[in-house]
């Protein structure tokens, strides 16, 4: 069977031919600039860890106790900007662009909605969710961190939203462009509000949702006012349709619950880490601090992940089953390469990176502990590829419940089972924990890709395409 070729009708922008094109170069050209824009996000954690860590090592641990919270407000909101982003590539791969301006309308009023429920859901039972957490020492630090964040949530399900409109058309310059402007001007703000100001760690709070507003204003700018992508939008009619509520979720609400089961994953790991190893806050600084570290070496998969799901999703809406499988294939190559000098990077440098967390007052306590965690975490870096390859293409091609199975796998049944494991049975602890982490992740990625691989095979030969 001959696959549908693409046809040049209709493309208005330079992101939807190059979402139609090579599809070697679509990954390259969509990946680069998210991954630069992921990079200077990266950069603005490590600032905003570091400034944070001059505090001490309560501070560290209040973080770390909001972090799974602030994850959930982007887990939901990234996850029906992935539904939105793999819909609207479908429909430019079907040559729909009714439809993709259909399911861009339907986008922005989800976000909004889910936005502001979230947001008063959290922001008045933050307490509660804290003393059910069982936070200690740092449990008013806590309250004042995640209040100020939890308020400005609705700002990080619109930007999140837009910037997945953006890449769903092809247009990731501009998404880079407000994520570097918002991670820049965090950077700047962090340690005027902190110190200069005397805010503590209300001021880091204050710095993050000051910053993400700007890029809110930006990237509102460009899709209400400038209207020049390719989605257009006319909401002062808006009704909300089944089908394409249908579109977006099919995709969308796997990838919300598969993005929230790393925020219950580390909620867990946090009440394994304290009563299980004994570990203490000390113990959730050390993961807290050692996980953004961790996404610096998964930047670049993340960024080609974005790629994966706009490529894919357009060759499948084209059922251009071939181009699929090469822009799956040739980003998982890139991504092993990638993370495998990373990870011998990393475990290099493990010393300096745990000196610059840990010159606080206080944080001299974790500093070995968090060398141990960084250097072995590494080892499941280059496996990771294959993971988040897989759940991307998945995405793509609209099985978001494909990647949310597995992800559940991995995140609330393995990593939990494997830390507990490898804690208790091999009585070492804290360390046990981490190798639970490691291996868990490992065994997950394997199980994703082999599903991946069976699934193509399935669609080349429903369509007699010679394997």
Not at 22 to 31: N, T
Not at 416 to 444: E, K, R
């Amino acid at each position: 069977m001959t696959e549908k070729s693409f046809s040049n009708e209709n493309i208005q922008t330079k992101g939807v031919k190059t979402l139609l094109g090579d599809p070697k170069k679509a990954i390259i050209k969509l990946a680069i600039p998210m991954v630069i824009a992921m990079s200077v996000q990266t950069i603005y954690n490590f600032s905003d860890a570091f400034w944070v860590s001059l505090l001490g090592k309560n501070p560290l641990a209040a973080v770390g106790f909001v972090l799974p919270f602030f994850m959930m407000a982007i887990a939901i909101s990234t996850g029906i900007g992935v539904g939105s982003s793999s819909a609207v590539s479908r429909k430019i791969g079907a040559e729909d662009k009714e439809g993709a301006d259909n399911v861009a309308d339907h986008s922005i009023m989800l976000v909004m909605l889910f936005g502001v429920i979230f947001t008063l859901f959290l922001f008045f039972g933050a307490e509660s969710i804290l003393q059910i957490m069982g936070v200690g020492s740092s449990f008013d630090l806590a309250i004042t961190y995640g209040r100020i964040i939890f308020a400005g949530s609705i700002i990080i399900f619109f930007v999140n939203m837009a910037t997945a409109l953006l890449r769903g058309e092809g247009d990731v310059k501009k998404a880079m462009y407000a994520i570097i402007a918002g991670s820049v001007l965090n950077i700047v703000l962090d340690p005027i509000f902190i110190f200069v100001f005397g805010l503590g760690i209300a001021g880091a709070a204050y710095a993050t949702v000051f910053s993400m507003g700007i890029s809110a204003l930006l990237l509102a700018y460009w899709l209400f006012f400038r209207k020049n992508t390719y989605v257009t939008f006319n909401l002062k009619h808006f009704k909300f349709k089944r089908n394409i509520l249908s579109d977006i979720f099919k995709v969308g609400l796997p990838a919300s619950v598969q993005q929230l089961t790393m925020s219950i994953m580390m909620i867990i790991m946090n009440f394994i880490i304290v009563n299980v190893a004994l570990a203490g806050d000390s113990g959730v600084a050390i993961y807290s601090t050692g996980w953004r570290i961790v996404s610096i070496a998964i930047l670049p998969l993340l960024g080609l992940a974005t790629a994966v799901t706009s490529v894919t999703g357009a060759a499948y809406g084209a059922k251009a089953y071939k181009k699929l499988n090469e822009s799956f294939t040739y980003s998982l190559k890139f991504g092993l390469i990638i993370e495998s000098l990373l990870a011998v990077l990393i475990f290099l440098i493990a010393p300096f990176i745990t000196l610059l967390f840990t010159t606080g007052e206080g944080s001299e306590a974790i500093a070995s502990g968090l060398e141990i965690f960084i250097k072995i975490s590494v080892l499941f870096y280059p496996g990771a590829a294959f993971g988040i390859a897989s759940s991307a293409m998945f995405q793509g091609t609209g099985k978001g419940n494909y990647a949310l199975v597995a992800t559940i796998f991995r995140t609330v049944f393995l990593i939990p089972s494997m830390a507990i494991f490898f804690c208790c049975f091999f009585s070492i602890g804290l360390d046990g924990v981490w190798w639970g982490l490691v291996v868990a992740n490992l065994i997950g990625s394997f199980v994703s890709f082999t599903w991946a691989k069976i699934y193509i095979n399935k669609l080349f030969k429903s369509n007699g395409i010679t394997v």
